[in-house]
């Protein structure tokens, strides 16, 4: 897609003494109360990836984020989502409140989606950056996580939960598990709250389900119609 090429290829200097004086917010409110007031920062790290680990796809992570995308789609830049487990459903985008004329969701995988997610992160232009890379190594988020304090943009990765036992050099990691409950694992600036944070309603009771898999069974090779979110081919290297 030519609008997100284009943004991508206007790519912002990072400097290192700008970050060191920048006297800006270093975090991002959630939207979840509970999980905020958990937080040693209260939110989000702003330029840092930030990785959720559960036992599948569609386990709640799309309820977790919204909240934030809702508030930053269309007003920081486009939220782009990387080897979503299906085509993302715009209803239930809308529902939520997310612009979805600033959404672009890039059907690759394997190493072209570690590539995406990277070069996506570092451009600068992204409001923030969704990934569901289930094969990247502590090596790949590692790079990522530079790539993400380089394009000072906010990215969240979705790796399974066997990976839990793994080292992760990412800023915040939380573990999700069914009725939209999660623990921190691993948190930036502070030591892990104990126990289980309930962050929003159980999947199903209303949008905090993740309702991005359901057109792949009935429309495999169907793009979402009726202004949903944009699909981009990714570029040549």
């Known amino acids: ?44 790290p702003r330029d840092a990836v930030s990785e959720l680990l559960s036992g599948g796809a569609g386990s ?17 830049g486009p939220v782009v989502l990387i080897a979503p487990p299906g085509v993302p459903y715009p209803a239930a985008w809308r529902r939520a409140g997310v612009a979805l004329a600033q959404c672009y969701w890039l059907d ?3 190493r072209e989606a570690l590539w995406a997610t990277e070069q996506s992160l570092r451009a600068g232009c992204c409001a923030a950056v969704v990934a569901w ?12 996580q530079i790539a993400s304090a380089s394009g000072e943009t906010p990215g969240f990765v979705h790796r399974p ?61 169907g793009a979402p119609t009726q202004a949903g979110i944009a699909r981009a081919a990714p570029r040549e290297r």
Do not use: F
């Open 1 to 44: 897609m030519s609008g997100l090429e284009t943004l991508l290829d206007s790519r912002r200097v990072w400097r290192a003494q700008e970050i060191a004086t920048d006297s800006g917010p270093t975090t991002l409110a959630t939207g979840h109360a509970a999980l905020d007031a958990a937080l040693p920062g209260h939110g989000w």
């Open 161 to 221: 939960l066997g990976r839990a036992s793994e080292a992760s050099p990412a800023a915040l990691r939380l573990r999700l598990h069914p009725g939209a409950e999660l623990e921190v694992l691993k948190c930036r600036g502070g030591r892990p709250p104990s126990g289980r944070i309930r962050y929003g309603r159980p999947a199903g009771e209303s949008m905090t389900s993740d309702p991005v898999t359901s057109r792949r069974r009935d429309n495999p090779r």
């Open 108 to 110: 690759v995988g394997g």
């Open 60 to 76: 709640g992570e799309l309820g977790l984020l919204w909240p934030l995308l809702s508030r930053l789609g269309g007003e920081a």
């Open 133 to 144: 890379l289930p094969q990247a190594d502590a090596r790949a988020l590692r790079r990522l």
